[in-house]
């Protein structure tokens, strides 16, 4: 079992910077990639970012440029550097973690306003 906790959400103004947190535990040494959804109230849950173990990322066009995702050496703490952020990336963001199976994250809220 994989356990995610997101934290670093919070409300910042259109061209604001965020990072977001995702800490996780559990059979770690299992997680072969761990990656950023979000879900803005009336959309669908949408892709934002991935990150395998050998470093691979992948990035939503919407994000892309602006967004970077990355995890510390021990691979149990990822992140998500925001910036240039827009009204439309307000959402909550769900950290995830891939292993035999998809663990998911409690959401952190991050609003983007002025």
């Known amino acids: 079992q994989v356990h995610v906790v997101e934290s670093g959400g919070g409300l910042v103004q259109p061209g604001g910077s965020l990072r977001l947190s995702c800490a996780a535990s559990?059979?770690?040494?299992?997680?072969?990639?761990m990656g950023w959804y979000r879900k803005a109230p009336g959309k669908e849950r949408e892709f934002v970012a991935t990150?395998?173990?050998?470093?691979?990322?992948n990035y939503a066009e919407s994000v892309k440029g602006r967004f970077a995702i990355s995890r510390d050496g021990g691979h149990n703490t990822m992140y998500l550097q925001m910036n240039s952020l827009k009204p439309e990336d307000t959402a909550v963001y769900y950290c995830?973690?891939?292993?035999?199976?998809?663990?998911w994250g409690q959401g952190t809220q991050v609003t983007v306003s002025s």
């Open positions: 559990g059979a770690i040494s299992s997680i072969n990639s």
């Open positions: 995830t973690a891939v292993s035999n199976q998809l663990f």
């Open positions: 990150i395998t173990t050998s470093g691979t990322t």
